[in-house]
């Protein structure tokens, strides 16, 4: 029996679905290459923005068309937040395909419910009880899919209910996992050959552990460098509230936690940040980036932006615009509002911008934005950085792609070999996007600062929101 996961979404998603991959390993399945060969195909969604969860619709379409053409029949199942969100309502909207409905909290169920289907399939079977336990995975049960790096939960869910964002309703309360149990996590991975950890929570620097009361972000990431073999910490996403001045201090001072920081800020006007019930304003968030920048002038700041949110006049948007020139982000996650069910703006606030308004606004924002990442990427050209390969090129088996630690996507001719290896590259071209270098002279051929491990699995396929 095989299995093929299609994962939308955030790091989260992508940590659940290896997740789901270890479980159904375990229970004697194989990874498929494509959903055309798969016995079970499983659909692991978002609902953070309307176009991503349409997808799903599409997508569910797709396999139907796939299962009449193959003549196969394999189990689908959908999991994640839009499994969480819509239940059995999933089953009017796209009758006659899905077999299974797995909730955010219920991953670990996904083996016995797949069986049960195998066993039965004369009606679909859902699961989005919520029991909101501690979060806590056993070791070795994760297939990490990427050969590089490797996700740690360390927080689930968010108390913050931001009036915009669906996480509270499809993830829950937060809750922390206990800082020994994510030691021991960073540490298996560092033997499994990762050099790079990203530790993934909704606020992930509101992080208090449980288990050890002297022990909060700050302190984490401090006992996670202590750990050998992991040459890289990254954490996503820290919010904007909580960046401290021990985080800023931590970030400085711990040489294997890289110099990047995602911020998401969502929108450049204070009163919009108040309707969005984001808790800063302009001005403090400016603040934070001035200290930030002094701190670590090396420093690479990314955003997430909202555009088009309820209310958002033009001279709102232009706050914005100005607010995107002056923090000179190196990238930059922009969507135009929509309603998300059951959020607070859908209950209470009219989702007013006109659709073309909210279009030439983000156009606006993402030609500004293109134009000063350009900038910043023209500045690294003749610059050696240290880069951390990810993956082949699709397209071009020599040329090999990775990030540096400030998260600049760097492509460059190499050996295959090198994947999972930090080398040295020294940037030749800039483009708006990524740019392009090459392994200067001396570098050892077919050989990087580090050894590597097997290459990215097949059995899942990403797709972003
Ligand atoms: S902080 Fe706000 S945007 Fe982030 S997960 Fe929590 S509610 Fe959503």
Redesign the pocket.
């Known amino acids: 029996m095989k299995y093929f996961i299609e994962t939308y979404g955030c790091q989260m998603n992508v940590h659940d679905s290896e997740r789901m991959a270890g479980l159904l390993e375990q229970s004697g399945y194989d990874p498929a290459t494509s959903d055309r060969e798969a016995d079970l195909v499983v659909v692991n969604t978002c609902s953070v923005r309307e176009r991503a969860e349409e997808k799903l619709y599409t997508r569910l379409g797709e396999i139907r068309e796939m299962a009449r053409e193959t003549g196969r029949d394999p189990i689908v199942a959908v999991a994640g937040c839009v499994a969480q969100q819509e239940g059995e309502a999933l089953l009017t909207r796209s009758p006659g395909i899905i077999d299974l409905i797995v909730g955010t909290q219920r991953v670990k169920m996904l083996p016995m419910l797949v069986a049960g289907q195998r066993d039965d399939r004369r009606s679909p079977v859902i699961d989005v009880t919520t029991p909101y336990d501690e979060p806590s995975f056993p070791l070795g049960i994760t297939r990490r899919a990427d050969s590089a790096k490797a996700y740690v939960t360390i927080i689930e869910g ?5 009036t ?5 309703y499809t ?1 829950g309360h937060e809750r922390m996992r206990p800082k020994a149990e994510i030691l021991r996590e960073v540490a298996d991975a560092a033997a499994g050959g990762r050099k790079e950890v990203q530790l993934l929570g ?2 992930v620097n509101h992080y208090q552990a449980p288990d050890d009361p002297t022990c909060d972000f700050p302190a984490l990431l401090e006992a996670v460098h202590e750990i050998r073999g992991i040459e890289r910490i990254r954490f996503a ?1 820290p ?1 904007p509230r909580h960046t401290s001045d021990r985080l800023i201090a931590a970030v400085r001072d711990l040489p294997k936690v890289c110099k990047h920081l995602h911020l ?1 800020v ?1 929108s450049g006007s204070s009163r919009m940040l108040a309707l969005m ?2 808790r800063y304003t302009r001005e403090t968030y400016l603040d934070t980036l001035q200290k930030i920048r002094e701190a670590i002038p090396n420093v690479q700041l990314s955003t997430d932006m909202i555009i088009g949110f309820p209310g958002e006049t033009p001279a709102d948007f232009e706050e914005t615009l100005t607010l995107t020139e002056a923090a000179r982000y190196h990238s930059m996650f922009s969507f135009k509002y929509s309603e998300r069910p059951n959020t607070l703006a859908a209950k209470r606030l009219p989702d007013d911008v006109p659709e073309e308004e909210k279009t030439r606004r983000i156009v606006a924002v993402q030609q500004l934005q293109r134009r000063i990442q350009w900038s910043l990427h023209e500045q690294s050209v003749g610059c050696t950085v240290e880069v951390l390969v990810d993956h082949t090129s699709r397209r071009r088996a020599w040329e090999l792609s990775g990030r540096t630690g400030g998260n600049t996507v760097v492509n460059f001719p190499g050996d295959p070999n090198l994947v999972g290896r930090i080398v040295p590259v020294t940037i030749r071209r800039a483009g708006p996007n990524s740019v392009w270098g090459e392994m200067p002279d001396g570098a050892p051929p077919g050989a990087g600062m580090s050894p590597g491990v097997a290459a990215r699995g097949a059995a899942t396929r990403e797709v972003r929101p």
């Open positions: 968010c108390n913050d209910f931001c915009f964002c669906v996480v509270p993830r909704q606020i996403s919010h998401p969502q019930r984001r």
